[in-house]
């Protein structure tokens, strides 16, 4: 278990609030590309096959992928597993489409680090208008005037497979694409990979900015420029679409926790994964709230505690 702040060096600068808004060639051409086929090839060739294997792909994918191998291992190291598992599900972290681990982490990290502080940019907070943090997202990228340096940790800087993820991300989709173009032609191609990216990053993103604008709260953070928010949803949709990532607000106040739906009826099927390689000896020592050591500038909403899930499997 280890906090991000360990990776973030402010010996060249701690200001998360001044810079400017830049284009992201990269990020930018990669989501529109991946739109016009979608829309394009996706429509003319669409097949109920195809969007079946679009949805099957997804959960693997976002579930295996984001939220276990790049988020709650990778990221916050929240429970241990062999390293065949962490490289395994750091590969299907980079088939989302957000970057490689590399990537991710440094996105994440600073993030994070901005969202700590007083103040920080919007860019940071997504304290900005829908459409304009969509256009932030999506396309541009914020370059700060005296930001901070990000330190990679041996893990990612001395690991081959991860080194040769971070530098192979975007081909990593190709045999995807040709087991999907092999199984169902173009329409499999189009919803299976670029349905599947764009769905992915602009879900992503969307639950990100009501996390931290809309939505309930047990927790507030005393000091930071940015709260998290629970993201509820009609019969726990949310929780179920993304794994759990959804509720924010408890993320906020436990970020090494390996559970992230602390309350009854907080549906976390990431945590429910994870419990199930526990059964089968792949996973262990997987960190809940009471393991991480008490934070003087959390504080709770509600009047008496709640009663907390972390019993459940």
């Excluded at 040769?164 to 092999?182: C, D, E, H, K």
């Excluded at 507030?220 to 759990?244: C, D, E, K, M, R």
């Excluded at 020592?285 to 972390?310: C, G, M, Q, S, Y």
Aim: glycine share 10%; charged share 15%; with cysteine.
């Amino acid at each position: 278990m280890r906090d991000i702040t360990d990776r973030i060096d402010l010996a060249r600068g701690n200001d998360a609030l001044t810079g400017r808004m830049v284009w992201a060639p990269a990020k930018s051409l990669w989501y529109c590309f991946h739109t016009i086929i979608w829309l394009t090839l996706g429509s003319f060739y669409f097949s109920w096959g195809a969007v079946a294997a679009f949805l099957l792909l997804s959960i693997i994918i976002l579930c295996g992928g984001h939220s276990l191998g790049m988020h709650r291992k990778l990221i916050h190291d929240s429970f241990d597993c062999p390293l065949w598992l962490e490289r395994f599900g750091v590969y299907l972290g980079t088939l989302v489409g957000l970057g490689g681990p590399f990537t991710m982490m440094r996105a994440h990290d600073m993030r994070d680090w901005a969202q700590r502080q007083s103040d920080c940019h919007p860019f940071f907070s997504q304290h900005s208008s829908i459409a304009r943090d969509w256009l932030w997202q999506m396309h541009m990228t914020l370059s700060l005037r005296d930001g901070p340096k990000m330190v990679y940790p041996e893990k990612l800087t001395r690991d081959p497979v991860m080194i040769w993820l971070q530098r192979t991300v975007w081909l990593q989709q190709l045999p995807i694409a040709l087991a999907l173009y092999y199984l169902g032609g173009w329409g499999f191609v189009a919803w299976g990979v670029s349905g599947r990216i764009i769905i992915s990053i602009t879900g992503h993103w969307l639950i990100g900015w009501f996390a931290h604008n809309h939505g309930p709260r047990d927790w507030h953070i005393h000091g930071h420029a940015t709260q998290g928010y629970n993201v509820p949803g009609p019969l726990a949709l949310f929780g179920f679409i993304s794994f759990g990532e959804c509720w924010h607000n408890n993320h906020h106040a436990f970020p090494e926790s390996a559970k992230l739906g602390l309350m009854r009826g907080q549906v976390d099927p990431g945590w429910w994964a994870l419990k199930a390689l526990e059964r089968v000896g792949l996973v262990r020592n997987l960190v809940l709230p009471e393991d991480i050591p008490h934070r003087a500038d959390l504080r709770p909403t509600f009047p008496t505690p709640k009663k907390r899930a972390t019993s459940l499997p």
